[in-house]
């Protein structure tokens, strides 16, 4: 994935190009022109009392009706006085019956809206926000430059504060440290109520470093200890562990006894806690891995390296630390004439659909689930701008997808939680 870095505009995922990343660069001068009832609409008559809620499709803005000026014939934008005109109250109620305010009748209310759905009237989210105190925007920084598992975290992060309405700025660090600390300080600027930090790693990272006031929650990542902290909503992270117990357990209940693990780098948090959780799961049952657990790379030509040493322990299946690992070790089987997963049954991890769907057969795996770890972290973030802190580390529990490579079968999209 190919996007500006802190970009200004939509990010460049082909699948779901839903980011709303907006830089209001007008927020400070529009300060002294918001009074207490421009919240609803006064801000104006140039359509800025009718801006689209951040989150929401710019389309859902241009719907609204205008109003003709009797002044001099014009047509403009409905302002919170036209829905009092129409209601016959005054602008202040008007105002408390939008905003849910005060004791006002049912029949009052029921005017008011009813008048505010027929002008087509839309709140000014802008003065809204300045009057809240907030600015209805969220930083999101990666140091994940290819975007392979920042894209799920973001997408899932993305849905929760949409449901929010909070817009999202997106900034790629590259790993660089002083781009990350000019980033910071330009979204401090930009007024952000908070942080999300993403990765492609888990390990414990340096805190990132913050002014007061920002809280920051981690996902796909974690701040290490004895550093200072901003508060905020800790950490939310993939159970690589449950995930590798969820692959055991799965081919011990198909019936295969001689279970090997082919893992990625041991330098890896994530290949120890996968290859960790695997050996637990076995050992429960009474079992233990068939030869032992070789730890390698991240790839397919390290899987069918590792594949072909396996062959003398003749395993009946074999979990792999990644889904490009176990694209390998079925390349080595066909070749060697094994059938998956008559022969040899298969699981992979991470559950990434190029590399799962195209292997032959598809590809049982272990889903992280990504997208949820977004979404909690989002909902952590919202919980931590409330006042709510927290500084524990969530776990997402992982799924299996199973397909045909452990007797499943693609079309049925089977999926079992720990």
């Known amino acids: 994935m190919n996007h500006p870095a802190c970009a200004g505009g939509p990010a460049s995922h082909p699948a779901r190009n839903r980011f709303s990343l907006k830089l209001n660069r007008t927020l400070e001068s529009r300060l002294r022109y918001v009074n207490s009832r421009s919240a609803w609409g006064e801000v104006g008559t140039s359509g800025e009392g009718t801006a689209a809620p951040p989150g929401r499709p710019a389309s859902e803005a241009r719907d609204v009706r205008d109003v003709r000026d009797v002044r001099d014939g014009s047509t403009r934008r409905a302002t919170i006085r036209d829905v009092a005109e129409s209601a016959g109250v005054s602008v202040g109620t008007a105002s408390k019956a939008l905003n849910g305010q005060g004791k006002l009748r049912a029949e009052t209310i029921e005017r008011v809206m009813l008048a505010a759905q027929q002008l087509g009237f839309a709140p000014n989210t802008l003065a809204q926000a300045l009057l809240a105190g907030r600015s209805f925007t969220v930083g999101l920084i990666t140091t994940d430059s290819f975007g392979r598992f920042s894209i799920p975290v973001m997408l899932g992060a993305e849905d929760a504060l949409g449901i929010g309405q909070v817009s999202v700025f997106m900034c790629d660090t590259r790993d660089d440290p002083e781009r990350e600390r000019r980033y910071v300080e330009m979204l401090w600027a930009r007024r952000v109520d908070g942080l999300i930090v993403t ?80 050996t637990d799961a076995l050992a429960e049952a009474g079992a233990a891995p068939c030869g032992e657990i070789r730890f390698g790379e991240w790839t397919e030509h390290w899987g069918r390296e590792a594949a072909g040493l396996l062959l003398a322990d003749r395993p009946d299946a074999i979990f792999c630390g990644s889904d490009q690992i176990a694209r390998g070790v079925s390349d080595t089987l066909r070749a060697v004439g094994r059938r998956v997963p008559d022969d040899v049954a298969l699981v992979g991890f991470d559950n990434w659909l190029p590399m799962a769907m195209g292997a032959l057969p598809p590809l049982t795996s272990v889903d992280p689930c990504l997208e949820e770890v977004g979404r909690a972290a989002a909902t952590r973030l919202l919980a931590a701008i409330g006042g709510e802190h927290a500084d524990d580390v969530q776990r997402v529990p992982a799924r299996l997808a199973v397909r045909e490579s452990s007797g499943g079968f693609a079309s049925a999209g089977a999926l079992f939680r720990r």
């Open 199 to 278: 990765g492609r790693r888990i390990e414990p990272r340096p805190p990132v470093q913050t002014l007061p006031g920002i809280p920051v929650v981690y996902a796909m990542t974690q701040p290490a200890g004895g550093g200072p902290r901003s508060p905020g909503g800790g950490a939310v992270l993939p159970d690589d562990e449950g995930g590798g117990r969820t692959a055991a357990a799965h081919l011990l209940a198909i019936g295969r006894r001689r279970i090997a693990h082919i893992a990625g780098p041991e330098r890896f948090l994530a290949a120890r806690l996968r290859a960790r959780g695997f």
